[in-house]
């Protein structure tokens, strides 16, 4: 209660204070940057859970190869629930022109309920979102179909017994799965149309499913239900993972502002930590003296940590503020990834800046403010009595305690938490190293230094932890903002290269062997430079080493579709660049080549528990083939160019039926080239993925200048850390200088001894800076990201120019004031 | 406790030593001393003779090389440091030479502090009539940076008689003052113990404010004699 009541009392004293004043800032803006990027993400996660619905087309989809009881649409309606449904299964649709096998969906009131079907009124054309379904007697066609049953708008074609209109080409269907190239072309048509076809019979192969949406509670008893009477056969399909290349782009931009918030944390933890450190030798008299009146030492500390509580969550509050004004911005930014509108965050957010807060504030400020436990009471009669230093391992435990919560937390990812945990140590550790080692050797080195640097130099020699801990201030200070201005840049910039502008924009697959030269000329004569042709062969996984494969034992999801299906494999004699191989190695040696071997891909590789020297059996064609898997790649799904799960030697697949696949980009000008080579080659299918692409360009673009945007937060504490280490030198500069005013010196030569001092040391603060950006930027582009690094000289040049000019200017600034004070004072103070 | 005894303050054979065992310099030499209740002691001496040390370990502000300090009968050495707070509070004021107000308290909020860590109840009212005492009733609210020195002094007068303590320590209480300021406040602090009571242990370098006390002793070489008037 005391404690309490002294605290209260100090808040205003508190308010007005210097060390408080740079405290509360520090926390206020790490708590902001930490919330911005927390509102921003939660509402980005709430809209990616809304748009993933749109990807399987409703909320929950069911999928049997019986027809669906009227019962559970009843159910589901019964609960609140909206509900659509289709058939599918696959025909032969005829024209005057030939034949097609198509793969037919015929579509119920309402489909889809989440997400829309995009219609062109010619193949490839300008898109539109469709109006319902398609009207009783009409059908919508895959584009590849158009020149394939050399068919127009308003053409006839015969399904089973029904004779359709054709009314449209249907560019995207919002639930078509991403394995494009194994779909027969679509062929959508009204439900009430399927009795008429007569292609529906007790003995023909279909999947009926039902679609449905609603809210969470609504689903979640549904589905308990379902999952209750559930029959086998029945698959339920829920909220799936958006495509893998935008999943893959969404995610580098969360990391970049995840690091870009976490940055601005570790900044202002240093802010933290300095202010805190002058916070205790400030208040070490009035410690001594209260200990001296007869307090307990643990009401003198309880007192101190209530009132740095108050301040934090003041400033904890005021961050949050900040952020969730910030956060806006950042919708503003990237709104257009979601369509206009973001669903509004939840409150979670706000939890987790006062946590960050707390933490940031225990985590660096505790030991640097504990040390006033240890003041001797015996200062209030000698004031030469000094408070032993905190130690600097505790400091740096506890810091890193702290900073390993919020990193984790914010990352996620725990091999990327590590890197930045390890980083900042490291870099903590090499800045404290570099900065000890340059002070001593300024030391031995000023002896030959003339005038004003002399002083200078030798003031900071003398003091040599202060001015550690200064240099190590300043250089986390510059280093942030060289980040900013030279790294940034840089790794962004390669951010924009990952998809370049003429990254493939469209995919032509089964090309016939035959073909492939034609197609190549044909291509180029259009002005289109294909990205590589590759062969591709179907083949079903059949064994893993003597296992042989049992769906039913893979857990449901990703593993048992992909056992389910057949896989699309290549073989290639070469390396390609752009594939890492991340474990074994490339069968490089032509020797190696003639056995079987495979390449594959480390993310499905994990997925089916397939590691290096596993043996995998296919059914190629009726043939069994087995090889060894020498090596994992990495592969760039976001590259947009083409890529196996699986590649093998040449010689294992050869006599294999292969048909090819290529990417290339197509300018708009060489649609109807395109169109006029789909119609030579009527078996081949050309995949536009402009849309996707566009897509993930968007939100690169989007995220770079949202990540730029939070990189302000990290400016701000860098701008924070500067001034914490100014200030923690201000009341020793303070009698320094008016000692050197009463031995005489004129105020011009305390200047040019100032001047010196903090040229010297921010200069050696910017070259340990420059070295630090380098490095971080390296670990960021090559470590993180996975994009190549360039090193950049200017970050030496602005690092060591820089920051001596502005740390000198900065600190005249900032001792300006001290130079006007009347000695006399001064030195009676103390 | 022995709050009753006639003694207050007693010291044996205190010694302070500081550095090692070789080169170490010993700063008080096997005091002695034994202060009666109401009694006022000046401790006289030169600059570094150990005036300032010898009055913090009678405190209890830090802990002797050797011997023990007795206050209110009560062994020092038995005591931690917090024990030893606890039984300074509210009965053992403090006057010091650069007067130790806390800068960003007022007046009113420096008297407080002490009245407060005893436990005193009406602290404000306590407070504010010490200060009107000493002539401060109209500058309550001012913030040592807003007083001059003697007007600090004074502050720290009020604050160290507030709680009516048994025994005050002064360190050099004038230091810090030109003559006439000095001699102001001095005037107010033997008013104020007279008035009071209060026992004095008070380090000055000043004979004329040590001819004040009822007993005057010399630290010379880190030992205390008894000086002859």
Request: some cysteine; charged content about 20%; proline content about 5%.
């Amino acid at each position: 209660m005391k404690a309490a009541g002294f605290a209260l009392r100090a808040l205003p004293r508190d308010l007005r204070s210097r060390e408080m004043r740079v405290l509360a800032m520090a926390l206020a803006v790490a708590v902001g940057a930490l919330t911005a990027v927390g509102f921003f993400t939660d509402r980005v996660d709430r809209a990616m859970g809304q748009r993933a619905t749109t990807l399987i087309g409703a909320d929950l989809v069911l999928e049997s190869d019986d027809p669906i009881p009227a019962e559970w649409d009843e159910r589901a309606r019964g609960e609140g629930l909206q509900t659509s449904g289709f058939v599918t299964f696959p025909t032969v649709a005829a024209t005057e022109a030939g034949s097609e096998l198509t793969s037919v969906k015929a579509v119920g009131t309402d489909y889809p309920l989440r997400g829309e079907v995009l219609l062109s009124g010619s193949p490839y054309g300008e898109e539109r979102p469709a109006r319902g379904i398609p009207e009783p007697g009409t059908a919508w066609l895959d584009p590849r179909l158009f020149a394939r049953l050399d068919v127009e708008l308003g053409d006839r074609i015969q399904v089973g017994e029904r004779d359709l209109r054709i009314a449209a080409s249907i560019a995207q269907e919002p639930d078509r799965s991403g394995s494009l190239f194994q779909l027969a072309p679509r062929l959508m048509f009204n439900r009430a149309d399927l009795e008429s076809t007569g292609l529906i019979s007790e003995a023909s192969r279909f999947d009926d499913h039902l679609l449905v949406a609603g809210n969470p509670d609504s689903l979640e008893r549904f589905r308990a239900w379902i999952d209750a009477n559930a029959r086998p056969g029945l698959e339920v399909q829920g909220v799936e993972n958006a495509r893998p290349e935008m999943r893959a782009a969404l995610e580098r931009a969360r990391a970049f502002l995840g690091l870009a918030a976490i940055m601005a944390v570790i900044l202002a933890g240093a802010a933290v930590a300095v202010a805190a450190h002058s916070l205790a030798a400030r208040e070490a008299d009035a410690s001594a003296l209260l200990r001296c009146f007869g307090a307990h030492q643990r009401l003198v500390v309880t007192t101190l940590l209530l009132r740095l509580s108050v301040i934090g969550v003041l400033a904890s509050a005021v961050g949050i503020g900040i952020g969730w004004l910030a956060q806006n911005g950042l919708v503003t930014l990237v709104g257009a990834w979601f369509g206009d509108a973001l669903p509004p965050p939840s409150l979670r957010p706000v939890g987790v800046g006062f946590a960050a807060g707390l933490i940031t504030l225990v985590g660096f400020g505790l030991v640097p403010v504990m040390r006033i436990r240890r003041v001797p009471v015996m200062r209030v009669l000698q004031h030469s009595a000094t408070t032993p230093e905190p130690s600097a391992l505790a400091a740096l435990g506890l810091a890193v305690a702290a900073l390993a919560v919020l990193v984790f937390y914010q990352a996620s990812d725990p091999a990327l938490a590590r890197w930045i945990l390890l980083g900042t140590l490291g870099m903590l550790l090499v800045l404290g190293l570099a900065a000890a080692g340059l002070v001593r050797l300024v030391g031995r080195l000023r002896g030959r230094a003339v005038s004003g640097w002399r002083f200078g130099l030798a003031n900071l020699a003398r003091r040599p932890r202060t001015s550690t801990v200064q240099m190590v201030g300043f250089g986390l200070g510059l280093l942030a903002l060289l980040l900013l201005a030279v790294v940034r840049v840089d790794v962004l910039e390669a951010w924009r290269n990952d998809v370049p502008p003429d990254a493939p924009n469209q995919f032509m697959v089964n090309v016939q062997p035959d073909d492939v030269e034609a197609v190549k000329a044909r291509l180029r004569d259009a002005g289109i430079e294909p990205a590589g042709f590759y062969p591709m062969i179907r083949g079903r996984l059949r064994a893993i080493n003597d296992d042989e494969i049992d769906p039913e034992a893979f857990a449901e999801g990703r593993a048992r579709r992909l056992v389910e299906r057949e896989f699309n494999l290549s073989w290639a004699e070469r390396h390609r660049p752009e594939n890492e191989i991340v474990a074994g190695e490339w069968w490089s040696d032509p020797a190696e080549r003639e056995r079987p071997a495979l390449s594959v891909e480390e993310g499905i590789a994990d997925v089916l528990g397939v590691e290096t020297g596993d043996r995998l059996t296919f059914d190629v064609a009726g043939d069994e083939v087995t090889g060894e898997v020498t090596n994992l790649r990495r592969v760039q799904w976001d590259s947009f160019k083409v890529n196996f799960f699986v590649l093998t030697t040449p010689d294992m697949l050869d006599g294999a039926p292969a048909t090819w696949i290529t990417s290339y980009y197509a300018p708009p000008d060489s649609r109807s080239a395109v169109d006029a080579l789909v119609r030579e080659f009527p078996g081949v299918t050309v995949l536009n993925v402009e849309q996707i692409l566009e897509q993930v360009r968007s939100i690169i673009r989007q995220g770079t200048r949202a990540v730029e945007y939070v990189f302000i937060f990290t400016v701000l504490a860098g701008i924070v850390v500067l001034v914490a280490a100014v200030q923690a030198s201000r009341d020793e500069r303070r009698v320094e200088i008016a000692l050197l005013r009463t031995l005489g010196a004129s105020r011009g030569r305390v200047r040019s001894i100032l001047g010196a001092e903090f040229l010297a040391l921010g200069a050696l603060a910017g070259l340990i800076a420059a070295s630090g950006a380098a490095l971080t930027g390296w670990a960021v582009t090559d470590r993180v990201l996975n994009l190549p690094y360039h090193f950049n000289p200017w970050l030496f040049v602005l690092g060591v120019g820089g920051g001596g000019l502005g740390i000198a200017l900065a600190g005249l600034l900032a001792t300006r004031p001290l130079l006007g004070e009347r000695p006399l004072a001064v030195l009676r103070r103390g | 406790m022995g709050d009753d005894s006639a003694t207050i303050l007693k010291a044996s054979n205190l010694t302070r030593r500081v550095g090692g065992p070789d080169t170490g310099l010993t700063i008080l030499d096997a005091i002695a001393l034994e202060v009666p209740r109401g009694e006022a002691v000046a401790v006289l001496g030169p600059s570094g003779s150990g005036k300032s040390t010898l009055l913090g370990l009678l405190a209890g502000l830090d802990a002797p090389s050797a011997g023990d300090v007795e206050l209110f009968g009560q062994s020092l050495s038995a005591l931690d440091e917090d024990g030893r707070a606890a039984l300074r509070a509210g009965r053992v004021g403090f006057v010091f030479q650069s007067f130790q107000l806390v800068p960003g308290l007022s007046a009113l909020e420096n008297v407080m502090l002490p009245l407060e860590l005893a436990d005193r109840s009406d602290v404000a009212a306590t407070a504010q009539a010490a200060l009107e005492q000493v002539g401060l009733g109209a500058r309550l609210r001012h913030r040592p940076n807003e007083l001059s020195g003697g007007e600090q002094q004074r502050v720290a007068l009020a604050r160290a008689f507030a709680p009516d303590p048994q025994l005050l320590f002064a360190d050099e209480p004038t230091g810090n003052l030109d003559g006439r300021t000095g001699a102001a406040v001095i005037d107010r602090l033997f008013e104020l113990r007279e008035e009071r009571g209060t026992t004095l242990v008070l380090v000055t370098h000043d004979e004329a404010v040590a001819r004040r006390c009822d007993r005057r002793l010399r630290m010379d070489d880190g030992r205390l004699t008894e000086a002859v008037a």
